[in-house]
Structures are given as C-alpha cells and as structure tokens.
C-alpha cells in the first residue's frame, strides 16, 4: 500500500465511523437505544481501523481488528490499555444490542458509551495527526 492510497483509506474510515456517529445521534433522538449503541459500536470500529491502516494492517474480523490494537497500539505503550478495554466492552455491548432482544439499553447506558466512544476517536485522531496522515481538520491532505 502506497502512503497516498494509505491516507485514502484512513480518510475513508473516518468518514465511515462519522457516518456511523450520525446514525447513532439519530437513532437515539428517537429512542432507539439498542441500535444507537450498536452504532456507536461501529463509529469505534471504523476509527480503529483508521488506526491499523497507519501501520497498514487490514484486518478481516472484529476480533483481529481487538487483537491488532492489542498487539500493536497497547502492547507497545502507544495507547493505554483502558482504549482496547473500551473497544471489548462496546464489542460485547454491540453483540447484545443487535443479538439479545431482551437486554434493554437506556439514554444512560448510550451516554456513557458516547463519552467513552467520543475519547477514543480523539486519541486516534491526534495520533493519525501527528502520523501526518491526517490534516487537523480530519482529513487527508490532497
């Protein structure tokens, strides 16, 4: 992969998990709590995938994608250990969301997860910053 189809990538899933935010924000405006969060779920996944794209890793499965950031970004002291902690515990929450039609989520449950979701795409994003994979407005440099 090339550094210009690297930053084409990055750019690419930013703009996914920015979509995926959309979603969520909307879905809870109406109530939909179990989706939202679900949503939230990808707005993370899209953001860490930015991330494994800047060391040019593309992973195929949600579970590579916790052990690449693991292995990766945790292990080596980049990101604390609380951002793959974060990323499990919407993974699991996710599961539910979409899977378990009796676990209930609330606008309590979905704030808390934004907030964490909100600190986890503004260390990937001034990591990629500093990378110089990004611009400081989010995107790519053309």
Known sequence: MTQQNK???????????????????????????????????????????????????????HEETLRLLGLHFIKPGIFEPGLSHSFAKLMKYRGEADYNPSYVFTKEDYDDFKRESDLLNSQIIEFLQKEGLINKSGTRDQ
């Open 7 to 61: 930053k084409i990538n990055i750019s690419q899933e930013l703009e996914r998990a920015k979509d995926c935010l959309k979603s969520a924000e909307l879905l809870m405006s109406h109530g939909q709590y179990a989706d939202a969060v679900s949503r939230l779920y990808y707005y993370v996944y899209h953001n860490i995938r930015a991330l494994l794209l800047s060391r040019g890793f593309e992973p195929k499965t």
